[in-house]
């Protein structure tokens, strides 16, 4: 991408910084229609809740179409374009722009993700097709909507995992971006089927309590071989039982013991993060 990327913070910054033509005209709803290119995949979430924020305050931001013929097409507002057909209302504005396709789905894009009201799947998605669409780095797409080169790359992640897996967070509620960002950690790690588990029986809940799992498995991954082995034969030398706040082990062999002790005594010691 050349230097003609800037940073848009907020869609008005997107009409000066590209020169739309942006004449505002009172359009009948009848000779308005969605575009078939839209990033959110749920059209008619909180159309209702919307409405009633129309009804009260009126329009205070126009959407923005295109022309087409006689018609003209959506290229950012369609919620606001669904909740005003719910209200009955016979127009409404529109700001009118001629650009190529490839910027009015650009703009689409941008506006949407920079609205932070999609969910984490549907924002991945739209990054992902503004990326290919204008074959950008992750650096030049952080530039173009506002945000970090991590946080680019990561939230594209989420579009990396394969479609049945994505049905399955959908399934059990998870949809919240952050977590999405940690199931994608925990797949990389080969953990996933371990993760969405634990998401079902309430063990992960936070972003805190996933990020905690997967550093969980860092550590699990980094044991070396020796530990490992080192464990499982203390596992089978020795015997625990537990009786009112007494905890006694038993161990079959002195060397066994002493393996235990040591490993309690670091154990205790070690800082609790």
Not at 228 to 233: D, I
Request: with cysteine; net charge positive; glycine share 6%.
């Amino acid at each position: 991408m050349s230097s003609k990327v800037k940073r848009l913070g907020t869609l008005a910054d997107v009409y000066q910084s590209q020169n739309l033509d942006g004449a505002i005209h009172s359009i009948q709803l009848t000779r308005i229609h969605p575009s078939a290119e839209q990033p959110r995949m749920n059209r008619t979430a909180a159309v209702q809740d919307l409405a009633a924020s129309l009804k009260q305050d009126g329009l205070l931001s126009p959407i923005l179409v295109k022309k087409e013929g006689k018609s003209y097409r959506i290229i950012a507002g369609e919620r606001r374009f669904r909740a005003a057909t719910l209200l009955g209302w016979k127009e409404m504005e529109c700001r009118i722009i001629s650009r190529k396709e490839q910027d009015c789905n650009r703009i689409a894009l941008v506006e949407n993700v920079q609205r932070e009201n999609l969910s984490g799947e549907e924002e991945s998605r739209a990054l992902l097709l503004l990326k290919k669409q204008d074959d950008l780095s992750d650096a030049s797409l952080a530039v173009l909507v506002g945000k970090s080169r991590n946080y680019i790359t990561e939230v594209l992640g989420i579009a990396s995992l394969p479609g049945d897996v994505l049905k399955q967070c959908s399934e059990i509620g998870l949809t919240q971006k952050n977590m999405l960002i940690q199931a994608v950690q925990s797949n990389r790690k080969g953990k996933l089927k371990e993760f969405l588990a634990n998401v079902r029986n309430k063990k992960i809940q936070s972003v805190k309590s996933a990020k905690q799992f997967n550093r969980n498995q860092e550590k699990e991954g980094t044991q070396s071989p020796s530990e490992t082995k080192a464990h499982k034969s203390i596992s089978k030398e020795c015997e625990i039982t537990v009786a009112g706040k007494l905890i006694q082990i038993h161990c079959s062999s002195t060397q066994g013991a002493k393996s235990l002790s040591s490993r309690i005594q670091k154990l205790l010691l070690e800082p609790q993060s």
